[in-house]
Structures are given as structure tokens and as C-alpha cells.
């Protein structure tokens, strides 16, 4: 069985977790042994637009899982100065797909994962990112190393969930989960 977990903290950018759990969640057409959960440090984390979400687990989950995702928010830069909160992770990206949207690449960068990469995060990250030494591409939505992904704008979810459903499965999973949710016109026709 292969799984994967959504990290969510207080403050999380709405669209960042929800539209991760739905796309990931997606592949469960495919596969039906496959898990999707999202974990934090408690119970329950309360997003920067008010919403109030249960977790399904601890953050320790991270180390177990196949697919690690770090969404963005306002808390990412007081969590990558909580040794506390980050010695709860440790994770092997020679075996587990790493990823993040917008500033979650800075937790990913605090952990250490970026050391020698680039990586791309949302302008307002842009410096912060860079002064853990990391090239930050300001000018690609997407950046891959090896089972390491960054993304920046909320809707390259849309490419970065593709990058890891792919790394995950194949291209026909993610060809199908894609196209799922693309415009009309733009993606094929899906039947469920």
C-alpha cells in the first residue's frame, strides 16, 4: 500500500492542502489500497481563512510515508525555527517524494533536503529561501531534483501533484488524475 501525507499547521493557505488531498485523492480511482491523510502537530489545525480541519495522524507519519507534501502559510517561518517541531521529521529522499508548494519549500529547506538544489517558492519567499543557499528559481512555477519537488503559485499543484502521481505510479495515473480536473477542452474526457 502506498501513502501519502498532507503536513497542515495553523495559518495553512486553504487552497494548498485542499486542493493537494482532493488531486491525491484522485488516484484512489486507480488504486484503491492507496492512502491519503493530512497530519500536523495536533488534532486539528485552523487554516489562515478560519477553517477548522481534523487531522488524521502526527507529523511522525512523514517518515513512514511515500509521498511527503508541505503546503504554504504564515506559519512556515516560525516552524522552520522550531528545532522542536522539525526533529519530529526525518525523512529519506532517496526513498520518499518530497514536496512543497509556495513557502513550504522553506520547512523542506530547514530539514536540510535542499542542500546544493535549487528550488523555486512563492516572491514573498524568495529571500528567506535564498538564505538557507538554496537558487531560487523566480521565474519557474516548477522545479524537480531526483524525489525532490518545489512549486510556487497555488495552481502549479496542478503540475507538481502531476510530477509526484507520475513518480509514484506512471504517466497513465497521471494523465487520468489531470485530466480529471483541467477545463474543458483542455483534458480528455474521464469516467469514474
Known amino acids: 500500500m502506498k501513502k501519502a501525507v498532507i503536513v497542515a499547521f495553523d495559518k495553512f493557505t486553504d487552497i494548498d492542502i485542499f486542493l493537494a488531498w482532493d488531486l491525491l485523492n484522485r488516484v484512489k480511482f486507480r488504486d484503491k489500497e492507496f492512502q491519503v491523510k493530512i497530519i500536523g502537530t495536533g488534532s486539528s489545525h485552523k487554516s489562515v481563512c478560519g477553517l477548522d480541519i481534523t487531522t488524521h495522524g502526527l507529523i511522525e507519519e512523514c517518515n513512514e510515508a511515500d509521498l511527503v507534501f508541505f503546503g504554504s502559510g ?94 509514484l505510479y506512471d504517466s497513465k495515473v497521471k494523465d487520468a488524475v489531470i485530466a480529471s480536473v483541467l477545463p474543458i477542452g483542455q483534458g480528455q474526457v474521464c469516467i469514474y
Open 74 to 167: 504564515q506559519e512556515t517561518r516560525n516552524l522552520v525555527k522550531d528545532n522542536l517541531y522539525l526533529e519530529r521529521f526525518k525523512l529519506n529522499p532517496s526513498k520518499q517524494i518530497i514536496c512543497s508548494m509556495c513557502s513550504g519549500a522553506l520547512i523542506i529547506a530547514a530539514l536540510g533536503h535542499l542542500n546544493g538544489l535549487s528550488a523555486t517558492t512563492y516572491p514573498s519567499a524568495f529571500e528567506d529561501l535564498e538564505n538557507y543557499g538554496v537558487k531560487v528559481h523566480k521565474d519557474k512555477h516548477l522545479v524537480t531534483h531526483g524525489n525532490i519537488g518545489t512549486a510556487a503559485g497555488c495552481l502549479a499543484a496542478i503540475d507538481l501533484f502531476g510530477w509526484a502521481i507520475e513518480k
